[in-house]
Nanobody, 117 residues
Framework: QVQVVESGGGLVQPGGSLRLSCAASASRTDIDAMGWYRQSPGNQRGLVAAISRGGRTNYADSVQGRVAITRDTAKNTVYLQMNALRPEDTAIYYC???????????WGQGTQVTVSS
């Protein structure tokens, strides 16, 4: 069983920065890939950034160059540093953690990010 908890959302002005954190706790299993997704009203949930167990990263085109995902594999924790934020980055951000053995994705409850002046 895997539990995922996000933190770090909030209100930030356009051009500002925000850092999200996500911790996955695994019971009798381990974590493979972890990632951040976001969903705004009227839109489907989509990938922001993902990182493999070995550290390989993948970013959505819309955030390339403005966002960095990092990981502490020993702690099953992933971070999302977001810079030069835009109003269109406003969304609920969800963290996902993939079970290494079952390949099932577990989701956190989400954290709201609002970019507004």
């Amino acid at each position: 069983q895997v539990q995922v908890v996000e933190s770090g959302g909030g209100l930030v002005q356009p051009g500002g920065s925000l850092r999200l954190s996500c911790a996955a706790s695994a019971s009798r299993t381990d974590i493979d890939a972890m990632g951040w997704y976001r969903q705004s009203p009227g839109n489907q949930r989509g990938l922001v950034a993902a990182i493999s167990r070995g550290g390989r990263t993948n970013y959505a085109d819309s955030v390339q160059g403005r966002v960095a995902i990092t990981r502490d594999t020993a702690k099953n924790t992933v971070y999302l540093q977001m810079n030069a934020l835009r109003p269109e980055d406003t969304a609920i951000y969800y963290c996902s953690a993939q079970d290494l053995w079952t390949r099932r994705n577990y989701w956190g409850q989400g954290t709201q990010v609002t970019v507004s002046s």
